[in-house]
Nanobody, 120 residues
Framework: QVQLVESGGGLVQAGESLRLSCAAS????????MAWYRQAPGKQREWVAT???????DHADSVKGRFTISRDGAKNTVYLQMNSLKPEDTAVYYC??????????????WGQGTQVTVSS
């Protein structure tokens, strides 16, 4: 089994920063891409950022210049540094990972989510 455990959410004021972490553990041969998504109340889940195993990154337009995704390959951990937070960033943030349990066998996994609340 593969588990993703997120941490780092909380309540902050607009303009402040937070850093989310997500650690993958379990029966893992290799972690491929890792990503962050978020879901605000009453809205669909939306993609925030992705980082490949080669550390190529991509960010949604809504967070470019404010959020930065990174990873520690040795720890199978992905981070999301969130700066200049806005009230519209309020959401539950979910970690996503594409994992090889054995060579050539891929599966997608989700974390349980961590709440980020930004007050104005």
């Amino acid at each position: 089994q593969v588990q993703l455990v997120e941490s780092g959410g909380g309540l902050v004021q607009a303009g402040e920063s937070l850093r989310l972490s997500c650690a993958a553990s379990g029966s893992i041969f290799r972690v491929n891409s890792m990503a962050w998504y978020r879901q605000a109340p009453g809205k669909q889940r939306e993609w925030v950022a992705t980082i490949t195993s080669g550390r190529v990154t991509d960010h949604a337009d809504s967070v470019k210049g404010r959020f930065t995704i990174s990873r520690d390959g040795a720890k199978n951990t992905v981070y999301l540094q969130m700066n200049s937070l806005k009230p519209e960033d309020t959401a539950v943030y979910y970690c996503n990972a594409v994992v090889q349990v054995v060579v050539g066998r891929y599966s997608t996994h989700w974390g349980q989510g961590t709440q980020v609340t930004v007050s104005s």
